[in-house]
């Protein structure tokens, strides 16, 4: 039935299309025919077509001829009918994420380990080089040994010679040895070979056996000497109300507490009064000597010859 109303309206286009083309001077009466026939059948069609399917797009209005030309151009063709859009098939679903191989295990890692080397020859220690004995110097001339000295007493570092004292010097480690006993003079000074005077007075025997070596080098005199300064015995005198009064050598540097002491401390008579004498004077009253540990500055130091008494008490 469809077929047929198609055929029956082509066949209609078509001879109104025939007709409109061989006539002289169609008129406007068979265009709006024509445009009546094609807006029936597009409304045919939208109303057979499914409701998914899009209506079909209405062919545009053509424009109004004002006015027919001498020679009017022929018609335009009819659209062909548009077939209805088949319905579109839904989308495939997505596939799924394929699921992750599981991680084959590595294969162990075999280490393969170098051969050994051979272990190494021990190694033969070098031959030891033949000795060179150093040729033998020359003998230098060896001075006789010095002959053998009586040692004396020495002084401590802690007596400070003065003017008046007997010194005696020893030079050794030199080709004649010598032994200069000299006294220091009132300008302090004493004499020795080869430096002429050296001052003395005011240093320790120590110091000036220092002295004297520094001199002797640096003047080029001796390149190797050894100096030792020795001072005589020397004594004190200790008298009064001690329980051993007598003469005492003064072996190092000696206070009066220490001679005190030396000679057996003070008697039950003793008053504790002392005077200390010097060159035959009085050179020191010391009130009370039983506190010198508080009084300090009394406690003098001893030089040869000094006397020291103690005074009995009459109570």
């Known amino acids: 039935m469809m077929r047929m109303f198609r055929t029956v309206l082509a066949m209609g286009c078509l001879g109104a299309l025939v007709a409109g083309c061989a006539a002289p001077a169609p008129s406007q009466k068979i265009y709006n025919r024509y445009e009546a026939l094609l807006a029936s059948r597009n409304q045919m069609l939208a109303k057979q077509q499914p409701a998914t399917t899009a209506p079909a797009p209405v062919a545009e209005k053509p424009a109004e001829i004002a006015a027919p030309p001498a020679k009017p151009a022929p018609a335009p063709a009819p659209p062909k009918p548009v077939a209805p859009e088949a319905p579109r098939k839904p989308a495939a679903p997505a596939p799924a994420p394929a699921k992750p191989a599981p991680a084959q295990p590595a294969p162990p890692v075999q280490v393969v380990l170098p051969p050994a080397e051979p272990a190494a020859s021990p190694v033969q220690p070098a031959p030891p080089a033949p000795e060179t004995r150093p040729s033998p110097a020359p003998e230098t001339p060896v001075a006789p040994p010095p002959a053998p000295v009586t040692e004396e007493p020495r002084t401590e570092a802690g007596y400070v010679l003065k003017v008046g004292d007997g010194v005696q010097v020893y030079l050794r480690g030199i080709p004649t040895p010598e032994v200069i006993e000299d006294v220091i003079d009132e300008y302090g000074m004493i004499t ?64 009066v507490s220490q001679a005190i002491a030396a000679a057996g401390g003070y008697t039950e008579f003793a008053s504790g009064k002392v005077q200390v004498k010097r060159n035959g004077r009085i050179f020191k009253v010391i009130r009370n000597a039983r506190r010198l540990e508080r009084q300090p500055e009394d406690d003098i130091l001893l030089e040869p010859d000094d006397v020291v008494e103690v005074l009995r008490s009459w109570i």
Do not use: H
């Not at 007075?201 to 080029?220: F, H, N, T, V």
């Not at 005589?232 to 001690?242: D, M, N, S, W």
């Not at 329980?243 to 003064?250: L, M, S, T």
């Open 192 to 255: 020795l070979p080869f430096i002429n005077d050296i001052r003395a007075a005011g240093l320790p025997a120590s110091e000036l056996e220092r002295s004297i070596r520094q001199i002797y080098l640096d003047q080029d005199i001796y390149r190797n000497v050894t100096v030792n300064v020795v001072v005589p015995t020397r004594f004190y005198f200790i008298l009064g109300e001690v329980r051993g009064p007598g003469r005492f050598q003064i072996v190092s540097a000696t206070r």
